[in-house]
Structure formats: C-alpha cells, structure tokens
C-alpha cells in the first residue's frame, strides 16, 4: 500500500475550522492554499492567523522564526481555480450536504485526477461527496475539532469507496499535523459527537425542565465530572445551529430518541440566540 506525498494543502472556507486548520497545517510545515469567496476575506483570515501565531510567541509556545515561516507558507485566495495545484485538498464550508456535494463537483473539476478531496464535516455522509466526484476513491473525511490548532484528536472518516492508499496518506497527514488521528466508519456523528451530542441534549433537557441553571449544570460537569467546560459553554462555543444541525443528522440517520432536539434548542436557533459567534446563546457575551 503506497501513500501519496503531501506538500501542498488547500483548504475550502475561511470560518474558524477553516483558518484553524490552515494555520496547522502552515505551522507543521506544509504549503496552504486558503480559499475564501473574497480575497478581502481570505486577506483577513491571514491576518487573523497571525494574532493567533503571535500569541503563541508571546506564550513562547512558537519562535518567531517558525511564526514568520508559516505565514510565508500561507497563499490567500478567492479563486477556486488556485486550488488546481494542491495534493489534498479540505472542505470546511457550512454544514449542509447539497452546497459540499456541489463544491465536491467543482473541486473534481479543478484537481488533477491524484489530488485527494477530504471534508472536514462532523455528521454528514462523506460517501454522497465522494460520489459526485469521478475518483471516489480518493475522497474522505478528515475531521478536525475546534479549536483545530489546540484539539489533539482528527477522525479520519473511511467510507465505502477510499482506497486504502487515501486512507494512508490522509492519516499520516494528520499525523504530521501533530494530531492523534482515529480511522472511523462513515456513519453520523462518527465518534466523537455520536456519544457528546446526547450529552449535550440532555444537558439542554434538565435546564429546560427546570433541574439548574446553566451555570450550575455547567459548574456540575466541570467539578463532578472533571471536564474542561461545561455542556452550555461548549454548546455556545460549538455554535447552537451547528449543534441542531448535527443532531437532526444523527437523528435522520438512527431515529434514537436520544438525538432528538429539544424543543428549546430549537427555539434558541430561531430567535439567532446562537453563541458565541452572534453574541448570544446560554450565556451573554455581549458584555464579557
């Protein structure tokens, strides 16, 4: 089984996971290509890389040398044609099936018939992106957590059609990432958020029904249970519509009453009360 050498990295979005995990693969020595729908977005997303880099100088976690030669190794672009030149190449746009499986069509278009197309999706079923392409395969999941440049862990997501030779190579880029990286069956949820969402859900439930506050449920967790962050903390930071989002999909897919959204989480989405990214969610950061 031979694996393909990985030089260049595109990457398909601009939002958190896409600039985060830009700025891992730049830090660990690997050309990037970061593709955003404007270069005026692409530009800012650099410029933010930067700060983050600067903190971790500041934090002397990174040497400005290494912080410089990084940001060298970072192409910002708003054509997706530029992309053309990259051996592997990660999606991570907006967590919705018909826009990747579109982008997946373009991206088969664009890339030579080697390049491997990966998503970083959470939930949904990487074989409908691989099969709109004509190489699937050489299409998988490479799932990286947030914050990318922090989280240890990526999923490595298999579906039916990856060769063995993408499988390889996708996991020793995920390793040259610095990353723990888990091969994992194409299914919903994958690992990770098939066991946290329920978690999360029935965190949401007990407020709902009056059991605690936010704040105590999360103060809960994180004294009685040792985590870092509480459920509401972490629903805030994970985004409440993606959070919805990855729950209809394990509950489309399994139909287990565990991943069946309470009703209030889908009343918070309604009212754009969305965490940390609109200002609002379980908790107010509009005056922190």
Known sequence: MLRMSIKRVGIVGSGIMGSGIAETAAVSGFEVVLRSRTQASADATVAGMEKSL???????????ADRDAALARVIPVSDLGELAGCDL?????????????HLFSELDRICPDSTILATNTSTLPVVEMAMETGRPDRVCGIHFFNPAPVMALVEVVRPL???????????????ACGKTAVVVKDQAGFIVNALLFPYLNNAVRLLESGVGTSEGIDDAMKGGCGFPMGPFALLDLVGLDTSLAILDALYEEFRDPSYAAVPLLRRMVSAEQLGRKSGRGFYDYSKR
């Open 54 to 64: 600067n903190r971790q100088v500041d934090k002397g976690k990174l040497a400005e």
């Open 89 to 101: 190449v990660i999606e991570s746009v907006v967590e919705d099936l018909a826009v990747k499986k």
């Open 161 to 175: 059609t990856a060769s063995d030779a993408t499988m390889a190579t996708a996991v020793a880029f995920a390793e």
